[in-house]
């Protein structure tokens, strides 16, 4: 869901171009129309519950928060202006634009903002992105059941001027309120639709620059349609997005050829045949792929030795040459490259990987760390299954990770890998009732900041479902948060350590960063992945 707000010093553009053709009558409907690969059905249309990228990017079309990104820079979206932040950092005062509408006509409010935020953090609500909210005063308190959502430090000062309270200083917290989380929610709507909130189209209203038609919940195609009540409606060109589901390379390809989607993502071979057409294109996604062993489930896993030949086992070129073909790059930690940056302008992916080295191909090491490990923690055998999905690439991945890894079985320490491929639905129910041995998952940027990625493996991390703990790691991260939140240089030798030991310990075992093929009509212009890895469309201009 990843998915995928936080530091300035972000350089991630990368350009996205989808469309169709120009003309007059039936074509120039054609060409305020976008058809879009996605590669699941929409899971949820409901801010407070979201958790992966698919519906991520519909909540950002039909949704506007606060702020939002033109390319790489943050700007007001329904707030005015750029809030007024205090001399302590901890207050911040939003004032919203005077006009701004529901899709049903009622004002957007202040106190719209102040609803969805306590409903979100509510632990009623059960969103696994509640976590987020940590730092905003009373969030940690109502998170662990101790406080009502009412107390959580948002209020309307009045129905159009929004104040927000933190705990801790949050360098970040601009970046991180474009999430979708943050958005806005109509309060009547919501308690009308109760617990189909979300569900269906007929239960929501809208407040950016599109709506949303055509879905009910289910559906492999969904469709959103321009909104004239958005305040910056005048400079939306695109009228109309369809989303389209598709799995298999051959039939993405297919469609392209046949002019009924405008943009499709190629994995593997297919990828590579690709190569010369028009409109062939690498996009590097700001997001690492990542195995998470299940601690709590597997106890061999437990054993960092056992963790690190599985890492070791791993020849992630190799891998992304014949599997992926698509632009992906080897990880050796899971905060990924050209996303944040410190004040000398270094990368801190490049930074923390100094001195990692279990994250190499080694098969010769790897083979004696796992023995080793097996011995250590008393068993001869280790037998476990991999969790993915059912598309083509998710498949050729797990395919490739069964035989890599059963490379390192021995006399002594034999190994057999199993693999499980499922909807994406069902891998993230079966991820979060702990029901896997191994998973193969992936996080995009939420914000532009190593804190983003890191803050999910600790001790009481809302996503740390694979059970690794480090008391040092913890540490750290509270640090970044805490004593060492205002002086840039010591945050980020936090963040670096941090990364560091859970790269070295491997309690997860990064894979790639992720990067994708695309082919996509030219004629399309100024669409951008975002550093929070939505693409905005607003920004989309015909050629």
């Not at 009373?138 to 000062?157: C, F, P, Q």
């Not at 009924?260 to 409109?279: P, Y």
């Not at 894979?511 to 905005?536: D, E, F, K």
Request: net charge positive.
């Amino acid at each position: 869901m990843k998915k995928k707000s936080v530091l300035l010093g972000t350089m991630l553009t990368t350009l996205v171009g989808i469309l169709a053709a120009c003309g007059t009558g039936k074509t120039a409907q054609k060409q305020s129309t976008v058809t879009y690969m996605q590669t699941d059905v929409l899971q949820t249309m409901d801010p407070g519950r979201a958790t992966d990228i698919i519906s991520a990017q519909s909540l950002t079309d039909v949704y506007a928060g606060l702020l939002r990104w033109n390319h790489n820079r943050i700007e007001p979206d329904m707030a005015a202006k750029m809030p007024t932040v205090s001399k302590d950092q901890k207050t911040y005062t939003y004032t919203l634009r005077k006009g701004i509408k529901w899709s049903d006509g009622h004002p957007v409010t202040a106190g719209d903002f102040v609803y969805a935020w306590r409903r979100a953090a509510n632990p009623k609500t059960k969103s696994q992105y509640a976590y987020i909210f940590s730092g905003i005063k009373n969030a940690d308190a109502i998170l662990a059941g101790e406080k009502a959502a009412t107390t959580l430090g948002v209020r309307a000062l009045s129905p159009t001027k929004l104040q927000v309270k933190l705990d801790r200083v949050m360098p970040y917290f601009n970046q991180m309120i474009t999430l979708q989380t943050f958005m806005p929610l109509e309060k009547s709507v919501v308690t009308k639709a109760g617990s189909k909130f979300g569900t269906s189209n007929k239960t929501l209203t809208f407040n950016g620059p599109y709506r949303l038609h055509k879905w009910t919940g289910s559906e492999n195609t969904w469709t959103e349609t321009k909104n004239p009540r958005y305040w910056d409606a005048q400079h939306v060109t695109i009228k109309q997005i369809k989303y389209q589901v598709v799995k298999e390379n051959n039939t993405a390809y297919n469609l392209y050829k046949d002019g009924k989607v405008d943009d499709i993502t190629l994995t593997g071979n297919m990828a590579t045949q690709v190569k010369h057409n028009k409109g062939y294109q690498i996009v590097k996604q700001p997001g690492t792929e990542y195995l998470v062993p299940n601690l709590k489930r597997v106890p061999a896993f437990r054993n960092e030795q056992v963790r690190q030949a599985l890492s070791m086992a791993l020849n992630r070129p190799e891998f992304i040459k014949q599997v992926l073909g698509d632009g992906s790059v080897p990880s050796t930690t899971v905060v990924p490259e050209s996303m944040m940056y410190n004040a000398q302008g270094q990368d801190f992916a490049t930074v923390a990987a100094k001195g990692v080295t279990n994250n190499r191909y080694d098969l010769k090491r790897a083979r004696q760390l796992f023995k080793a490990g097996m011995q250590a923690s008393g068993h001869s055998t280790l037998t476990f299954t991999i969790l993915g999905e059912d598309t083509d690439r998710a498949k050729a991945t797990l395919a490739y990770l069964q035989a890599a890894l059963e490379k390192l079985s021995q006399d002594g320490a034999q190994l057999k890998v199993q693999t499980k491929s499922v909807p994406f639905k069902t891998r993230l129910a079966l991820v979060q009732a702990g029901n896997f041995d191994m998973v193969a998952d992936a996080w995009s940027a939420d914000f532009p900041d190593a804190i983003n990625f890191l803050e999910q493996f600790t001790g009481d991390g809302n996503d740390a479902v694979g059970g690794w703990h480090d008391a040092r790691y913890d540490a750290l991260l509270h640090a970044s948060k805490t004593t060492d939140a205002t002086n840039a240089q010591k945050r980020w030798q936090d963040l670096v350590a941090a990364d560091q030991i859970l790269a070295k310990t491997d309690g997860v075992i990064p894979l790639y960063q992720s990067g994708a093929v695309h082919l996509q009509n030219p004629r399309l212009r100024n669409v951008s992945v975002s550093p929070n890895s939505m693409i905005y469309w607003e920004w989309a201009r015909v050629k």
